[in-house]
């Protein structure tokens, strides 16, 4: 991202600078004209995203969240040094999120709203993904050079169990952001329906569905190192004896049959080209004629470029695959069986598209290609 001029005082909806004219440096002038310094833009940047994270991972935000607090009780309920907690605390009222009154730090309103659990989406574990995030991209060059990375996220997270964890706690926000739409954009009967989430570890989509319809039965399918609070949520929800849970690889596991509705939600750009063809060929022979696919993803066509480019450099790097174009992916859906039936462009275009596919009632395309291409005889 190009910052050309920054304003310690202000910051936008993602607590980034923004452009003013007052920080310069006195030798860098063109004519009269004074020049931005060359890396104050990325310098705060990166100052600002490792504060962030820091506060995400120590709780800062979330201690705050009931109301002001000096930097002593801070340092004592964070169990953190004073130096260190003043030091953070300086930085982020200078940025905007929080506010000191004499002695008393407390959270901008905003950051509340945004970074704890008294939001109506908690992004803290956003805040807390970028720590570990961080450590990850450090391996961006190597990403760059190779052409992919040289352990995969999920390799790390079944390497590192936590990591896991705090990846599902993530995709559980960006899921509560998304269900509401997906709820909208359903319609289905008031029967018994079968309901299979590939992906799903958070729960999140499920367990709404489930809830919508109470003649709804469902199964996630998920690496066991993503679900490690999945069951525990399904049991708040007292919905135990609907919901199942799979600890697996959905590439190469048994997902069982006759499903009336599925989800592949921001599973696809996880996955290789010929991941994703094998993939929708088989839910072509797991999903009941008439039945729907829901797929959500970040079609080139309709993501910002900013974000989208962003998106594929990050996906260098843990995974090593890429987004699909609109045109990509409801042709591998036609390929299988599935012809699509609805294509809506989230608001705002950054939360991704849902793409609606409807099983045709004669799915020859399906048909016999699993054999030999990693899913289980059944």
């Known amino acids: ?110 950051t509340t709203r945004r970074f704890t659990r008294r939001g109506p989406i908690d992004w803290g574990t956003g805040l807390i993904w970028t720590a570990e995030a961080w450590k990850i991209m450090s391996d961006l060059p190597d990403a760059i050079l190779c052409g992919g990375p040289e352990r995969s996220l999920w390799d790390r997270m079944a390497e590192e169990p936590s990591l896991g964890r705090e990846f599902s706690r993530y995709m559980r926000a960006a899921a509560e952001l998304v269900v509401p739409d997906l709820l909208s954009a359903l319609d289905l009967p008031d029967r018994p329906l079968r309901l299979l989430d590939l992906g799903g570890s958070h729960g999140v989509h499920s367990i709404e569905l489930c809830r919508r319809h109470p003649r709804m039965n469902g199964v996630i399918v998920d690496l066991e190192s993503a679900l490690t609070e999945t069951r525990a949520r399904i049991a708040e929800n007292r919905m135990e004896d609907r919901i199942g849970v799979h600890g697996a690889d959905l590439r190469s596991c048994d997902w069982g049959e006759g499903y009336d509705v599925a989800l592949y939600l921001s599973v696809a750009h996880n996955m290789h080209g010929d991941e994703n063809r094998r993939i929708f060929r088989h839910l072509g022979d797991v999903v009941r004629p008439g039945g729907i696919l829901v797929v959500h993803d970040y079609p080139k066509e309709t993501t910002p470029p900013l974000f989208e480019s962003a998106f594929r450099l990050t996906l260098l790097t843990e995974t090593g695959t890429r987004t699909y174009s609109y045109a990509e992916l409801t042709g591998m859906l036609a390929d299988a069986g599935f012809a699509t039936e609805a294509r809506i462009v989230l608001s705002p275009a950054e939360k991704g598209t849902l793409i609606i596919a409807r099983r045709s009632a004669s799915n020859i395309a399906g048909l016999g290609r699993m054999v030999g291409e990693g899913f289980p005889r059944r």
């Open 1 to 110: 991202m190009r910052v050309e001029q920054m304003d310690c005082g202000k910051n936008d909806y993602a607590g980034t600078f923004l452009a003013s004219d007052g920080l310069v440096d006195d030798d860098d002038v063109i004519g009269d004209v004074p020049a931005p310094m060359p890396m104050l833009g990325i310098y705060l940047q990166m100052m600002t995203v490792g504060s962030m994270a820091a506060a995400g991972r120590i709780g800062l935000f979330d201690a705050l969240a009931d109301g002001p607090m000096s930097v002593a009780s801070l340092t004592d309920t964070l169990r953190a040094s004073r130096t260190g907690v003043e030091r953070l605390t300086d930085f982020l009222v200078a940025a905007g999120q929080l506010r000191r009154d004499g002695e008393m730090i407390a959270n901008a309103p905003e």
